[in-house]
């Protein structure tokens, strides 16, 4: 598997975070990679930065979007930000460096949940 940096995720991720309610999310503390050679059969991934992590190293909450680009390419532009949404959706409210599970007492996060903010970043344009 081979990992590179995504500028063109890191700049939809944020015309996305300027579009939608995501007030909490810091933008400048999240990178985008594309991975290529993965056998997932995700579209991407979010991964976390541990609070343990970040005591040990003396560094803020980080969160990586990683797009893995043999399914997500070839989405459409619609579709490519759906799951960027999803992605940023498991980033809670207190951007601790922890990760929000697609089902919770008081949350779900699903197509329907998805669909509502991807309606919202539409009607923004």
Known sequence: ?????????Q??????????PFDHVKPSQIT????????SRAYARIWSFPKIWQKALSHPPHYIIEVLAHHFDTLSDDNKIRTIIHELMHIPKNFSGALVPHRGRYHKIDHRTVEKLFQTYKNSL
Request: hydrophobic content about 40%; glycine content about 4%; proline content about 4%.
């Open 1 to 9: 598997m081979e990992v590179t940096e995504a500028p063109d995720i």
């Open 11 to 20: 700049r939809m991720m944020r015309v996305i975070l300027r579009r939608t």
């Open 32 to 39: 985008c990679m594309r991975s290529t050679g993965a056998t």
